[in-house]
């Protein structure tokens, strides 16, 4: 089993930056990809970025240019680089580890950002 926590969520004024980590520990081989997903209020949750296990990434086209995924396989880390964050970023951000194909959320960390 592996265990997913994010963390570098806050408050930040539009055009700002702010970098999300995702730790991953326990049972970490075998993981096939990381995605980043956020949920805003009364709004459905959606995928944002994906790093997966060959290092390719993809981008949801509202963070395209403005967001970019990265690894650090020796911390078992993800990191997701936000920049000219606007409003409409406002969420909580979520990490999925899909790990031998079964999803493992972590517990989210807010983004705010303020206009």
């Known amino acids: 089993q592996v265990q997913v926590v994010e963390s570098g969520g806050g408050l930040v004024q539009a055009g700002g930056s702010l970098r999300l980590s995702c730790a991953a520990s326990?049972?970490?081989?075998?993981?096939?990809?990381v995605g980043w997903y956020r949920q805003a209020p009364g709004k459905q949750r959606e995928w944002v970025a994906t790093?997966?296990?060959?290092?390719?990434?993809l981008y949801a086209a509202s963070v395209k240019g403005r967001f970019t995924i990265s690894r650090d396989n020796a911390k078992n880390t993800v990191y997701m680089q936000m920049n000219s964050l606007k409003p409409e970023d406002t969420a909580v951000y979520y990490c999925n580890v899909n790990r031998l194909h079964r999803d493992n959320w972590g517990q989210g960390t807010q983004v705010t950002v303020s206009s």
């Open positions: 790093i997966t296990s060959g290092g390719s990434t």
């Open positions: 326990g049972s970490t081989y075998g993981i096939n990809s």
